[in-house]
């Protein structure tokens, strides 16, 4: 494990030209390390293949602290058991390893709170505004489209319709019958 953590050292350093803060190795052998690395203003997460001497990132993924929002990490397991890290419109797939999804999210999102300050800017005023009004209209919506006074009216729409059917159906047929 030292040498695969002394690996990913260098190959960030080489990668980004800046030196690493903390790099959490997710699994490593031979030939593949899976690892999340952290610097001052960024995380990156990375699968790479190679050998010991020359390692190439095979699916890379880096994110900055000034365009992460709490929760934006996404962290999955898949049908075959690897578990897919996503992040806006990028991803990149971990094998399967015996840990759990949230883990590995909730570490990112933990680091990438550090970065920040340790907390979240707080919204200003309008924006809370505007937000809240945005869930009332939905609310409201939602209460529209299950009010039974408006089932009670389509269905009375529709009765009329079907009487008006019915009345023109039997003017037809005793029309026909009359010739």
């Not at 993924?61 to 000034?66: D, G, K, T, V, Y």
């Not at 319709?161 to 019915?166: A, C, N, S, T």
Request: hydrophobic share 40%; glycine share 4%; charged share 30%.
């Amino acid at each position: 494990m030292e040498e695969a953590e002394r690996s990913v050292r260098e190959w960030a350093l080489e990668y980004y030209s800046k030196e690493p803060q903390e790099v959490i190795l997710w699994h490593s052998d031979k030939e593949l390390i899976e690892c999340i690395v952290r610097f001052s203003q960024s995380i990156s997460i990375a699968v790479l293949v190679g050998d010991a001497d020359n390692w190439i990132d095979e699916q890379l993924m880096s994110i900055q602290a000034s365009e992460w929002t709490p929760g934006a990490i996404q962290a999955n397991r898949r049908p075959d058991g690897s578990i897919r890290i996503r992040f806006q419109r990028r991803r990149v797939d971990f094998s399967a390893v015996m840990k759990s999804p949230h883990s590995i999210s909730a570490l990112i999102e933990e680091w990438l709170m550090k970065i920040n300050g340790g907390g979240v800017r707080p919204r200003d005023r309008t924006r809370r505004i505007a937000a809240l009004k945005r869930e009332s209209e939905a609310v409201r919506r939602m209460f529209d489209q299950a009010s039974l006074s408006r089932i009670s009216e389509d269905v009375e729409k529709i009765s009329a319709k079907l009487d008006g059917i019915e009345t023109n159906l039997e003017g037809r047929s005793a029309s026909k019958a009359n010739e």
